[in-house]
């Protein structure tokens, strides 16, 4: 008699969905990049960051359809391949795959650095194998316990924003003659409002919502997953785009735009400490390091779930990454090979090689699945309607522009990689004479 096969568990709610998502794109996830976009868009920050919440919105809702017609683990992988072609799906898992990648790779490398203004004489290799060890071991737990832990992360990053938010009201009424002006500036400015430095800075914060579609990537550990993936993704973008506009609003009351940052890349832990002095500037570094660690953390949780759903198809070696832990229900192999690659990147890349390259693999998967959206549910579906053409449409749009302006270092480097991925699927198939993957999505 042969033994069942082992399977991802469906354990997961909405809220639980929600609040791993949340996690993985971070609480706090404007605020490392507040003073490059208050640069790029001359000051206006919460302007460029409302407009890509609407953007990414598009996809989001792309992404929670096609996740109710294949409620598998294989996410962008899937949807591209089952709606389009088995060897793009595959070319979009392994460009989604160095997005996963190196979202925990940029997050170790970062806390790595951070951890040293804090305990300067622990050497950076020692902080690197800690923090790849530990995103790893969260990994490894089983996903009822990850959960948990995301729950009490949002908590801590939630009641560190509303301290920065509460400094800042105590900032602001020490001002004197404020008028309703002042308050609007950080929406429009007259002096310095231009549609290009608003588009340019845009481009820049739609990196605030980055890794929202891994949910999308729990389908087979969600209950209902045709209803919750798709609720879940529109609501961590709805609430991560509304949460980030009040603290970069916050960010450019205290600071407004015309004065220097002492550090364009750490501007809001400087913003802190006008806000509420040493103390509070301490805090946001060590929270911004929290939330690097559940950002690093949900990015390898989403990849190793993409190397399974890769590895069940055939697209990846089966044996290793198609491989389930009968104890804990985790695709183990694909942790830890994760886990490895991060370890081996922090001690050869930089964090701003890392975080140029995650665009690329990014907006690859964004446009994969808003045309398989489209094709799915406009050029194929019996019934047609407004709202399932223009979703996809204008995510396609809005994501290649995008892609097309990532700086050219970032896109030789990304086309390598893809290169990579398509030698390796010529040599898999007899270039391309043999099927190269096969899909394998459980029933619900």
């Known amino acids: 008699m042969s033994s069942p096969t082992v399977q991802l568990r469906r354990s997961l709610g909405l809220r639980d969905l929600v609040f791993t998502g949340i996690i993985m794109v971070q609480p706090t996830a404007p605020m490392p990049l507040f003073g490059v976009v208050s640069d790029q868009a001359k000051g206006h920050v919460v302007t460029a960051i409302l407009i890509a919440m609407f953007a990414m919105l598009f996809t989001a809702i792309s992404y929670g359809r096609m996740a109710r017609a294949y409620p598998g683990a294989g996410s962008a992988y899937t949807y591209v391949g089952q709606e389009i072609h088995p060897a793009l799906g595959y070319l979009t898992g392994w460009s989604m795959l160095m997005d996963y990648v190196l979202n925990p790779l940029i997050c170790t490398i970062w806390c790595g650095k951070a951890a040293m203004n804090v305990f300067p004489w622990i050497p950076y290799p020692l902080w690197a194998v800690f923090f ?140 802190a400490g006008r806000a509420g002095g040493m103390v509070l500037f301490q805090v946001i570094n060590l929270t911004l390091i929290v939330a690097s660690i559940g950002s690093g953390a949900g990015g390898q949780l989403a990849g190793a779930r993409l190397l399974y759903g890769m590895g069940r198809d055939g697209a990846l070696p089966k044996k290793f990454f198609g491989y389930i832990d009968p104890k804990t229900n985790i695709p183990r192999n694909s942790v830890l090979a994760i886990g490895a690659l991060v370890l081996t990147g922090a001690f050869l890349m930089t964090y701003e090689t890392g975080a140029e390259l995650l665009n690329f693999g990014a907006f690859v998967g964004f446009m994969g699945v808003n045309i398989a959206a489209f094709l799915r549910y406009w050029v ?56 190269l993957v096969k899909f394998d999505v459980p029933e619900e």
């Open 132 to 271: 790849a060890g530990t995103f790893t071991w969260l990994n490894l737990r089983k996903i009822h316990t990850t959960a948990r832990t995301n729950l009490v992360l949002t908590g801590v990053m939630s009641v560190v924003i509303v301290w920065m938010l509460v400094a800042t009201a105590r900032f602001l009424m020490n001002m004197p003659h404020l008028d309703v002006a002042y308050f609007l500036r950080p929406f429009y400015d007259p002096k310095t409002f231009s549609i290009s430095a608003v588009s340019t800075g845009t481009s820049l914060a739609v990196l605030t919502y980055i890794g929202f579609d891994g949910i999308s990537t729990l389908s087979e550990e969600v209950k209902n997953p045709r209803r919750n993936i798709l609720m879940g993704t529109v609501l961590v973008c709805l609430i991560i785009g509304i949460l980030s506009a009040i603290e970069v609003y916050a960010a450019q009351l205290v600071w407004p735009h015309g004065e220097t940052f002492p550090d364009v890349d750490t501007a809001y832990v400087h913003v």
């Open 380 to 435: 194929r579906a019996e019934r047609r309607g407004i709202g399932n053409l223009v979703p996809p449409l204008l995510g396609f749009a809005i994501c290649f522009y995008m892609w097309i302006c990532l700086r050219t270092p970032s896109q030789i480097a990304g086309s390598l990689w893809l290169v990579l991925g398509f030698a390796y699927g010529a040599y898999k198939t007899n270039w391309f004479r043999e099927n």
